[in-house]
């Protein structure tokens, strides 16, 4: 079919489906009266109301691809069509129509279903925002008007119009659609909301960071459009199908007629049950050997594939990456946001008494509240989940850029940082140095000293997707520029057997290259920018969820939306079920071809029977394709 059929509009298979069943109706009204005395003319008018119905969209598009010089496969079916109009066989070319516009109008709605899975994936995004003017009214305002810097109100219920950062109030965000997290995630003073999410219990007052068409929200959607314009490989086979083999066919076509009719003594045009005329065998020759089935076999495998992935957290930035990554022999995976969670967890509090903990992470929290340093906001984090509020306010607050932070709490003098910040006499000098790995933050509270030991949390599905990798003969390599006891430890804690540490971004690089001049797949895993340069060269890129930087997500091939590690796993699964599909899709088409064409030059094969094998085996690969959204359902 036409390459318009592979993105239809949401109803134009309703059209065509109408269409089919008016030429079908009337193909049996023109068979009925063709079976009555005295009623041929009735008949005929019946058999030319259904060719119309049944061609008049195959007319269209023969007619916009021969002004540009083309034929396709419409040409083909009308050349058949008229042929049989003009043998007067009009029954066997009614139902050549209406089994080419019914498998038209079939396959337009499995596109169609294909559409609508992805459009599911996201609500519709917000069309108008309240915008915050000087003088501090508010103004109703289309979304894409909005400007950088400009102040927005969001009230409790409705979604967050563009990718903002929060500069007043509280609240909590349902991400959902982005990141798949079901739980909402708070957010305070300069945390960023994104475009498309829920704002569910607290009014805040946010500042455009980006304009409406480069939020996350509106670059998945830009993403998913662009994959779906991208060619496969399999698909570029397909794509030699065009005017060539066109004229082929129809050179193919006229010697057979020739050599039935000049060579074999068939009549030219006259046919009898006993014997097709010359000219019929030739139009049925015509119907066969187009590649309708074979054309449609890859496009439909490659956009059910990327609407599966999409709905399961797996963006594939086009054919090629869908059929690639099933290829790999070796995935590099970056350490910091990717085999962990790229944010710091407490995994101990000291103190000095034993009994002061509490005072330690509230000293530490209510500092941490005014810092945005990664650190600072776990510390913050965690004293908000412990106790369901914010610790109080810190007085006289003073911050000593790459050492600390100090101030008054509730009287006393507090004071966090690390090590350097803090006197050789001070108490919280007696901690014995952390564990490799972990990260402290030492805290005098006056009285009560003490300390927090962090770490970057491991993502806790890393280890199990590690081990399915390796099952499947696959080698993981950490690719880090940490230091190599942080490395060590979370390499042991992972099963992973192959780690390289305290590298820069053009070790990683030549790592990759090196693996790839020994013959390998490479498909690399990173989610900031200094990944960019590994995930150029591998020959799959993979990047870590919206939150990753824009240079990531430019350049990957393949996006896990859900920002979770195993979705490599559902990526790569995705993968070798759609390169397997199309494979069969293709031994199905081809077979089919070749059968019917061998069937049709020396068993006179009906020109009924060729239409009905012709377009059943364009709708069984159709099928065969959506199998990739069905199984993905059910799962």
């Known amino acids: 079919m036409s390459n318009k059929d592979l993105t239809p509009d949401s109803g134009e298979w309703k059209i065509h489906l109408s269409s089919a069943l008016v030429c079908g109706f009337f193909l049996l009204t023109g068979v009925y009266f063709d079976r009555q005395s005295g009623m041929h003319q009735v008949a005929l008018a019946c058999y030319i109301i259904s060719y119309v119905a049944g061609g008049w969209d195959a007319l269209i598009d023969a007619w916009t691809e021969g002004i540009k010089g083309k034929l396709d496969i419409h040409f083909l079916m009308l050349a058949v069509a008229i042929g049989a109009a003009f043998i007067g066989a009009w029954w066997e070319g009614s139902v050549l129509l209406f089994l080419f516009s019914l498998s038209g109008a079939l396959e337009a709605m499995a596109m169609a279903r294909t559409e609508k899975e992805i459009r599911s994936l996201f609500q519709d995004s917000p069309k108008v925002a309240q915008r915050v003017n000087s003088d501090g009214s508010l103004a109703e305002v289309p979304v894409d008007s909005l400007l950088v810097g400009e102040r927005l109100r969001i009230l409790p ?29 708070e957010k305070g003073l300069q945390d960023t909301v994104f475009g498309g999410t829920l704002n569910t219990w607290g009014a805040v007052d946010a500042e455009v960071l980006r304009l409406p068409s480069e939020s996350a929200h509106g670059k998945i959607i830009r993403l998913i459009r662009d ?7 399999s698909q570029r086979f397909t794509d030699r199908f065009g005017t060539t083999y066109t004229l082929s066919i129809l050179a193919l076509s006229f010697a057979a007629f020739s050599w039935w009719h000049w060579g074999q003594g068939l009549s030219a045009f006259v046919s009898s049950v006993a014997e097709p005329s010359a000219f019929y065998r030739a139009m049925t020759l015509l119907v066969v050997c187009s590649p309708c089935a074979l054309v449609i076999s890859i496009p439909s495998a490659i956009l059910a594939g990327i609407a599966a992935a999409a709905r399961r957290g797996v963006l594939f930035r086009g054919g090629v990456a ?48 005014q810092s945005t340093h990664p650190l600072s906001r776990a510390i913050a984090a965690e004293w908000l989940k412990q106790h369901g509020a914010r610790a109080g306010v810190i007085e006289d607050y003073q911050s000593v850029a790459g050492q600390g932070v100090e101030g008054n709490y509730q009287g006393h003098s507090v004071k966090q940082g690390r090590r350097s910040y803090f006197s050789a006499e001070s108490v919280v000098q007696k901690f014995p140095d952390p564990e490799p790995g972990f990260t402290e933050v030492l805290v005098d509270a006056g009285e009560v000293t003490g300390r927090i030991i962090l770490r970057d949390a491991p993502r806790l599905e890393s280890k199990a997707m590690i081990q399915r990798l390796h099952a499947m003969g696959i080698k993981v390599t950490m690719l880090t520029g940490d230091r190599p006891e942080s490395a060590a430890l979370l390499s042991k ?26 013959g390998e797949v490479v498909a690399m895993v990173g989610d900031g920018i200094n990944d960019a340069p590994s995930l150029a060269v591998a020959d799959v890129s993979i990047g870590m969820g919206l939150r990753g930087s824009d240079a990531v997500l430019e350049q990957a091939d393949v996006i896990l939306l859900h920002d979770r590690l195993d979705k490599v796993l559902t990526a790569l699964s995705l993968s070798r079920r759609c390169r397997s599909i199309i494979r069969q899709n293709l031994v199905i088409s081809l077979g089919v071809l070749v059968l019917l064409g061998v069937g049709s030059i020396g068993y006179k094969l009906p020109l009924p029977l060729g239409v009905l094998g012709h377009e059943g085996s364009t709708l069984i690969v159709v099928l065969n394709s959506l199998r990739l959204l069905i199984g993905e359902r059910k799962k």
């Open 157 to 185: 219920g409705s979604q967050f119009p563009v990718d903002a950062c929060v500069v007043q109030g509280a609240t909590a965000a349902d991400e959902s659609m982005l990141t798949g997290e079901s739980i909402p995630v």
């Open 227 to 233: 994959a779906q314009a991208s060619k496969a490989p």
């Open 322 to 369: 869908l059929e690639n990554l099933a290829t790999i022999q070796r995935l590099a995976v970056d350490k910091t946001g990717t085999l962990t969670k790229g944010e710091f967890v407490i995994t101990a509090i000291e103190s000095f008494p034993e009994s002061g903990k509490k005072v330690v992470l509230e000293a530490a929290a209510a500092l941490s509240q």
């Open 493 to 518: 804690e992972l099963g992973l057997d192959d780690t390289r540490s305290g590298l820069h971004p053009e070790d990683k690089v030549a790592a990759i290259v090196d693996w790839r001049k020994q």
